[in-house]
């Protein structure tokens, strides 16, 4: 196959600003290359791959789905980049068998029955916009098979029998290197933004007097000053983005993984990123993270919000066994199992 993805149009490729998306991306393209399929990229000007073809285009980057309020109007920037990057896609389809769509944004929903060559839509977030459910849920019955999503807690954001396609997600492993000691410490992993909920983080590291590596992209400096100020005893360690190699070496020191987010995550790729190194993964079960963590078995499932329910699950992270957080790694979220999911999905929607 010859394939275009379009990245999302909320930052550059590379930078660490798309989150988890960036990731799944890489990985899907990482692994339909090494299967002999072409893969081409199509991103905002600045991104960079050592790995795929990408065509940068110019124009104004958009905000973040989860700052806006579920009811206001669809808004584009002046010289909108991703409106620039469909109307590349619209130049060149007839290059390419399919077309695949990151962008969780109204556009590319829109123009889909205005493309002869067909286009797949894999949504990496739940339903936060009305507007977004709607087309979400008129392309999934008038173009039946071409959505996917990362996990079922996410698909039923958007309402029950829609036809959507449950994929899940995958890293490659041997990126990851397992760590069967710990050091006295735990890490959190995500964009600094309120949405990721740093400050329940904080309140443990205050609480239980332990350091906790923070990773991951600076996206809002003033909410970042804020946590410290609320929280003046707690021991953040603020280490950056960083690439997979160092972020694996200091992941797989930790004890623990804190994931405590504030919306309904769609999946959770940092999740597997631990369990990959070995550490088990604490989080509040909200959203696609119920779909990774084995409770009691390579992490724990608190209820959302519930910061003494997750001071008490700190110490007992010890008496897991890091080996079965590998093992799970290796079970379900390989590049191969994913390559699978993926290439499956994209014939699917070709034989059709």
């Known amino acids: 196959m010859k394939l275009l993805f379009i990245s999302t149009p909320v930052g550059a490729f590379g930078s660490?600003?798309?989150?988890?998306?960036?990731?799944?991306?890489?990985?899907?393209?990482?692994?339909?290359?090494?299967?002999?399929?072409?893969?081409?990229?199509?991103?905002?000007?600045?991104?960079?791959?050592?790995?795929?073809?990408?065509?940068?285009?110019?124009?104004?980057?958009?905000?973040?789905?989860?700052?806006?309020?579920?009811?206001?109007?669809?808004?584009?920037?002046?010289?909108?980049?991703?409106?620039?990057?469909?109307?590349?896609?619209?130049?060149?389809?007839?290059?390419?068998?399919?077309?695949?769509?990151?962008?969780?944004?109204?556009?590319?929903?829109?123009?889909?029955?205005?493309?002869?060559?067909?286009?797949?839509?894999?949504?990496?977030?739940?339903?936060?916009?009305?507007?977004?459910?709607?087309?979400?849920?008129?392309?999934?019955?008038?173009?039946?098979?071409?959505?996917?999503?990362?996990?079922?807690?996410?698909?039923?954001?958007?309402?029950?029998?829609?036809?959507?396609?449950?994929?899940?997600?995958g890293i490659d492993l041997d990126l990851y290197q397992f760590q069967p000691i710990a050091q006295p410490q735990l890490a959190w992993v995500a964009r600094i933004a309120p949405e990721k909920g740093l400050e329940d983080a904080a309140a443990v590291s205050e609480t239980l007097q332990i350091p906790i590596q923070v990773m991951g992209k600076m996206q809002d400096e003033a909410y970042w000053q804020t946590v410290k100020a609320d929280y003046p005893q707690a021991q953040l360690n603020y280490l950056g983005f960083l690439p997979t190699v160092k972020l694996q070496e200091f992941l797989g020191q930790c004890q623990a993984l804190l994931m405590t987010p504030k919306w309904e995550e769609a999946f959770g790729n940092v999740a597997i990123e631990a369990l990959a190194c070995g550490v088990p993964v604490i989080s509040y079960a909200r959203g696609g993270i119920v779909e990774i963590v084995r409770h009691q078995e390579t992490g724990f499932l608190i209820e959302p919000d519930n910061i003494e329910s997750l001071c008490q699950s700190i110490p007992l992270a010890t008496n897991l066994h890091r080996s079965s957080c590998r093992r799970q790694a290796e079970r379900e979220f390989s590049l191969s199992a994913l390559g699978d999911r993926f290439e499956s999905w994209f014939l699917e929607m070709l034989d059709r």
């Not at 579920?70 to 896609?89: E, G, K």
């Not at 205005?114 to 977030?125: E, G, L």
């Open 16 to 169: 660490g600003i798309g989150g988890g998306v960036e990731l799944t991306v890489q990985n899907i393209a990482k692994e339909l290359m090494g299967r002999s399929h072409i893969v081409h990229l199509v991103a905002s000007l600045g991104s960079t791959s050592t790995e795929i073809p990408i065509i940068t285009i110019p124009g104004e980057l958009h905000n973040f789905a989860q700052n806006q309020a579920r009811t206001d109007p669809i808004s584009f920037p002046d010289q909108s980049v991703l409106a620039n990057m469909w109307a590349y896609a619209l130049q060149v389809q007839d290059s390419y068998d399919l077309i695949v769509n990151f962008a969780y944004d109204w556009l590319p929903f829109y123009l889909t029955p205005f493309f002869h060559t067909p286009i797949a839509h894999f949504v990496s977030m739940g339903s936060l916009l009305d507007n977004m459910d709607h087309l979400v849920r008129k392309i999934s019955q008038t173009h039946k098979g071409t959505i996917g999503v990362y996990s079922k807690a996410q698909a039923y954001t958007f309402g029950d029998a829609l036809d959507l396609k449950i994929l899940s997600s």
